[in-house]
Nanobody, 119 residues
Framework: DVQLVESGGGSVQPGGSLRLSCGASGHTYSSNCMGWFRQAPGKEREGVARINTDSSRTTYADSVKGRFTISQDNDKNTLHLQMSSLKPEDTGMYYC?????????????WGQGTQVTVS
């Protein structure tokens, strides 16, 4: 199994920035993709950004392109999401996730989530 723990959420005004982090432990070698998802109240969970931990190739949801940046530390066990120009519609619970295949539907390890509120 892979254990994921998020940190860095909080409240910010529109236009502000936040940086989320996620520490991974356990059988991390079995997962070559890590990503961030979010879920707003009353809405379905959606993929925000993902990164192939081998190639460092990144993919973003259209709604966050140019504002969010996903990155990983050199040890590949720490994931970050730098969020800038935040909008009220970015509010939600943000989850770190890991997968064996780098596709939105393959994520099967999840963190507990960290709340982001933009208002």
């Amino acid at each position: 199994d892979v254990q994921l723990v998020e940190s860095g959420g909080g409240s910010v005004q529109p236009g502000g920035s936040l940086r989320l982090s996620c520490g991974a432990s356990g059988h991390t070698y079995s997962s070559n993709c890590m990503g961030w998802f979010r879920q707003a109240p009353g809405k379905e969970r959606e993929g925000v950004a993902r990164i192939n931990t081998d190639s460092s190739r990144t993919t973003y949801a259209d709604s966050v392109k140019g504002r969010f940046t996903i990155s990983q530390d050199n040890d590949k066990n720490t994931l970050h999401l730098q969020m800038s120009s935040l909008k009220p519609e970015d509010t939600g619970m943000y989850y770190c996730a890991a997968a064996r295949v780098c596709s939105w539907g393959w994520f099967d390890y999840w963190g507990q989530g960290t709340q982001v509120t933009v208002s």
